[in-house]
Nanobody
Framework: QVQLAESGGGLVQAGNSLRLSCAAS????????MGWFRQAPGKEREFVAA????????NYADPVKGRFAISRDNAKNTVYLQMNSLKPEDTAVYYC???????????????????WGQGTQVTVSS
C-alpha cells in the first residue's frame, strides 16, 4: 500500500521559513517524479514544485520561484520543500504527490500524479 506522509507544517510569521518533508512507502520511490501542490480555502489545488526521479531537474510555479526549493533523498524515500521568505498568500494545505508514470516535471497538472498525501497545513501570519 502506497503511503505519503507530509510533516513540517505550522504557523509562522511572514518572512520566516519552513521545511516540509514527505516520507514515502510502498512504491519504487527512486523511480518516481515527485511534486508538491497546495490548496488554499475556496481555491483549486495548484502546482508548487516538482522534481524528477534522480533529482536532476526541478520546476517551480511562478509565485514561489526564488523562495522555495524542492529536493529529495532517495536513500530515505523522502522529498522536501524548503520554503523561505514566506508570505501570507502562501497559506494553504500542502500536499506531496508521486507519479508512477514518470511524469515530466514540466507537467503541472494534478492528473500527472497518481498518489497523494493527506496534506499539512501551513499558515503564514502578517
Amino acid at each position: 500500500q502506497v503511503q505519503l506522509a507530509e510533516s513540517g507544517g505550522g504557523l509562522v510569521q511572514a518572512g520566516n521559513s519552513l521545511r516540509l518533508s514527505c516520507a514515502a512507502s510502498g512504491l519504487p520511490f527512486s523511480t518516481c517524479p515527485m511534486g508538491w501542490f497546495r490548496q488554499a480555502p475556496g481555491k483549486e489545488r495548484e502546482f508548487v514544485a516538482a522534481i524528477n526521479a534522480r533529482g536532476t531537474f526541478v520546476n517551480y510555479a511562478d509565485p514561489v520561484k526564488g523562495r522555495f526549493a524542492i529536493s529529495r533523498d532517495n536513500a530515505k524515500n523522502t522529498v522536501y520543500l524548503q520554503m523561505n521568505s514566506l508570505k501570507p498568500e502562501d497559506t494553504a494545505v500542502y500536499y506531496c504527490a508521486a507519479s508512477r508514470n514518470r511524469a515530466s516535471v514540466y507537467d503541472t497538472s494534478k492528473n500527472a500524479y497518481d498518489y497523494w498525501g493527506q496534506g499539512t497545513q501551513v499558515t503564514v501570519s502578517s
